[in-house]
């Protein structure tokens, strides 16, 4: 069984892929990747002036408390169907949708829904060609989920894994539509190297708790067993910081910690990087 949640583990691991900031990951454990680009839409600029950090520091999602439980069942996820694999992560897509949804009505903000796009080979993007090895991207520009499922993944399902990648993408997506991602890129503008990495930590730490707190919502359920999120957790914690040529992501154990934060509170106030400590975004 271990083995096979480790194997099922390195099919779900996500890497950040900047223009910038470039790192493609030869390990086997961290197999997927993001490509992310900076608010492109001139529309979207004129209904939201630029804010200031406050946007990161003090958005209103942080104030709404726990993250709405929408009694998420996706189902069994067999092995050998990729007609399973869709409609599992259609299903939890669509779960993600209605929390959050109801996150931003009681924070009084506009709410927009992600697409959806699954495949099984390399497509470009319009964030850019896609990256060897990627199992996930969300681009920005086109507010775009692209999830490949290899042959791997279909001989060896692992529901919970799959659900985690999937809502760390989500998590990217709340960043963008939220505004906090316009304060990131805006930071980013003539920042040096070392405070690019610091933003880019803070950005993944911060997507990779909201995943956590929407996990955090189907606890002791089939989907999230306690012993199956411990040994996630653990497995972070161990290899998350592997392959990493720089540290853009965090170490092994700082990325278990907001993992461990979003779970446990539950909240998207547990998971403000962007002022918490430098220390803590390590």
């Avoid at 439980?69 to 993600?96: K, Q």
């Avoid at 990217?172 to 316009?182: A, D, K, L, R």
Wanted: net charge positive.
């Amino acid at each position: 069984m271990i083995a096979l949640l480790a194997l099922a583990l390195a099919a779900a691991g996500l890497v950040l892929v900047l223009a910038d900031v470039a790192t493609t990951s030869t390990g086997p454990v961290n197999e997927a990747q993001q490509i992310v680009s900076p608010p492109a839409k001139a529309a979207d600029k004129k209904r939201a002036p630029v804010p200031g950090k406050a946007l990161a520091t003090a958005n209103p999602l942080y104030r709404t408390g726990r993250l709405a439980d929408v009694n998420c069942a996706p189902g069994a996820l067999p092995a050998g169907s990729m007609t399973a694999y869709r409609r599992f992560l259609t299903r939890v897509t669509n779960c993600l949708n209605k929390a959050w949804g109801a996150q931003f009505r009681k924070a009084g903000m506009p709410f927009a829904k992600p697409r959806l796009r699954i495949i099984t080979s390399k497509v470009k993007t319009p964030c850019g060609m896609w990256n060897t090895g990627a199992d996930g991207v969300y681009c920005s520009t086109d507010r775009t989920m692209y999830l490949m499922i290899s042959r791997d993944q279909l001989r060896n399902p692992f529901p919970l894994g799959i659900t985690r990648l999937i809502a760390h993408e989500y998590g990217h997506h709340i960043q963008q539509i939220s505004g906090i991602w316009t304060y990131y890129w805006t930071a980013r503008t003539g920042a040096g190297k070392a405070q690019r990495l610091l933003l880019s930590r803070k950005s993944e730490l911060q997507a990779e708790c909201f995943s956590s707190v929407f996990m955090s919502t189907m606890r002791d359920t089939p989907l999230v067993t306690g012993a199956d999120w411990a040994y996630t957790v653990d497995w972070f914690r161990r290899n998350g910081a592997k392959g990493w040529p720089q540290n853009d992501h965090g170490r092994g154990p700082t990325q278990a910690a907001w993992m461990t934060r979003g779970f446990n509170r539950g909240t998207p106030g547990s998971c403000n990087t962007w002022s918490t400590a430098s220390r803590n975004v390590t």
